[in-house]
């Protein structure tokens, strides 16, 4: 089984910041990859699929990068309605979910 | 407008069969698979199994001798049956959308059903 190691588990920035976040596969998953924000009391939502695509309706700030093992979810500026857990979706070879990261502002 | 609702008892007692309806729109179950993943309060997601666009069934390994999913494609409804359930299945419990993996995973999720199971 594929493991994911996300990281940090908890992050706290201020408004303006620029945010990364990050996930390592236990092997190669190509770019089979997605971002998820979860917000108190809601479903997930899609942010980033397969590595860096953006999904339609979310802003331009959110963007993710990475291929084979290591990935990144970046938020260039955070704003106030970021705060959120945010957790990465391997897909390469079945499913495996991050441990999240909880985002707060500072 | 694609959408994913779960419907379901709120409260289980322990040893029961849990019982679960995913109901879409917006889309076809045969054109799509569903996953049901789960979220215990206050911890990570774990996937459960999915019921592939032309009906076959995979399981998490961890739940597969406890756990059922099949479908209506008529009523465009997915149901999932997990038995013997103890106090650690107290969830929320998400169905979401797959087209096959690499390709439109999980990009539409329903808001989520909350199970206790009650010891």
């Known amino acids: 089984d594929i493991q994911m190691t996300q990281s940090p588990s908890f992050l706290s920035a201020s408004v303006g910041d620029r945010v990364t976040i990050n996930c390592k596969a236990s092997?190669?998953?190509?770019?089979?990859l997605n971002w998820y924000q979860q917000k108190l009391g809601e479903a997930p939502k899609l942010l980033i699929y397969?590595?860096?695509s953006l999904q339609t309706g979310i802003p331009s700030r959110f963007s993710g990068s990475g291929s084979g093992t290591d990935f990144t979810l970046t938020i260039s500026s955070l704003q106030p309605e970021d705060v959120a857990t945010y957790f990465c979706?391997?897909?390469?070879?079945?499913?495996?979910f991050g441990s999240g990261t909880k985002l707060e502002i500072k | 407008q694609v959408q994913l609702k779960e419907s379901g008892p709120v409260l289980v007692q322990a040893s029961e069969t849990l019982s679960l309806t995913c109901t879409v729109s917006?889309?076809?179950?045969?054109?799509?698979?569903v996953i049901w993943v789960r979220q215990p309060p206050g911890k990570g997601l774990e996937w459960m199994g999915i019921?592939?666009?032309?009906?076959?069934?995979d399981y998490n390994s961890a739940l597969k001798s406890r756990l059922s999913i099949n479908r209506d494609t008529s009523k465009s409804q997915v149901f999932l049956k997990m038995n013997s359930l103890q106090t650690d299945d107290t969830a929320i419990y998400y169905c979401?959308?797959?087209?096959?993996?690499?390709?439109?995973?999980?990009?539409?999720w329903g808001q989520g059903a909350s199970v206790t199971v009650s010891s």
């Open positions: 979401t959308r797959v087209r096959r993996f690499g390709v439109q995973v999980m990009d539409a």
């Open positions: 917006g889309f076809s179950l045969t054109n799509y698979g």
């Open positions: 019921i592939w666009r032309n009906g076959n069934t």
């Open positions: 092997q190669n998953i190509n770019r089979y």
């Open positions: 397969n590595a860096n």
């Open positions: 979706l391997q897909h390469n070879s079945w499913l495996t």
